[in-house]
């Protein structure tokens, strides 16, 4: 799986701006598998990883999230899953 994000013209991950960002919402949402959150698109667990899980929702789309501009003008991002 190709994790790098170059550009986001070909929308091959939407939303997604930046690897950082990419790194961030994987992070959270792999988080949440871990604590027992259903997968968005079917997945043996037992055969693949949250991080992998997490990315390939992130990938097709199905985790929403938004990002929020802080009062120091550094951006947060807030999974809203």
Do not use: C, H, Y
């Amino acid at each position: 799986m190709e994790i790098f994000v170059q550009n986001n013209d070909n929308d091959e991950w939407p939303g997604i701006v930046s690897r950082f960002q990419l790194v961030i919402l994987a992070g959270l949402r792999s988080k949440q598998l871990l604590r027992g959150a259903t997968p968005r698109i079917a997945a043996d667990r037992l055969k693949r990883r949250n991080t992998s899980i997490a990315l390939e929702e992130l990938k097709r789309g199905v985790i929403p999230f938004k990002a929020i501009e802080q009062q120091n003008k550094q951006i947060a991002i807030e999974a809203l899953v």
